[in-house]
């Protein structure tokens, strides 16, 4: 039964994670958050959350799309609090690349972290930041 709680628990947070942002949106994740999401949505699941597109910060290929912008796409990161995600994630947001950010981190995130992003932000484009406590895979 504890397993069952586990996997609606991270269902109920991925899915009022992607709600919370109207229109299509694109999901930036890395290799860990992307098995944590598979492991309780599917793809046509995702999609009925007009998610349509998934991204993996952790790919070089994420950075070598420079020029191209998706103005129309709001992007929701869900990522690990990791140094190399908040690297990845400052990268992006120099040059960013969608209209909005919606950033979520699945865990505790530090300060100076949140100093760096802001600092990255030029643009303006991130709207919020929430630790979503979801840092488990679920089976």
């Known amino acids: 039964m504890a397993a069952h709680s586990a996997v609606a628990g991270v269902k109920e947070y991925i899915q009022a994670m992607v709600d919370r942002v109207s229109g299509m949106k694109v999901l930036v ?43 129309h796409m709001s992007a929701i990161c869900l990522l690990r609090p990791t140094n190399k995600n908040f690297l990845s994630l400052a990268r992006e947001l120099k040059s960013p690349r969608y ?14 972290h949140l100093e760096q992003l802001a600092c990255c932000d030029n643009h303006e484009v991130v709207q919020q930041v929430q630790e979503f406590f979801a840092d488990i895979f679920a089976i």
């Open 29 to 71: 994740l890395d290799t860990d958050t992307k098995g944590i999401i598979s492991m309780v949505f599917s793809q046509s699941d995702i999609l009925k959350h007009e998610v349509f597109l998934t991204e993996c910060i952790d790919n070089e290929a994420f950075f070598a799309q420079d020029g191209d912008k998706i103005q």
């Open 99 to 112: 209209n909005e950010y919606h950033l979520f981190f699945t865990n505790v995130v530090q300060r100076y």
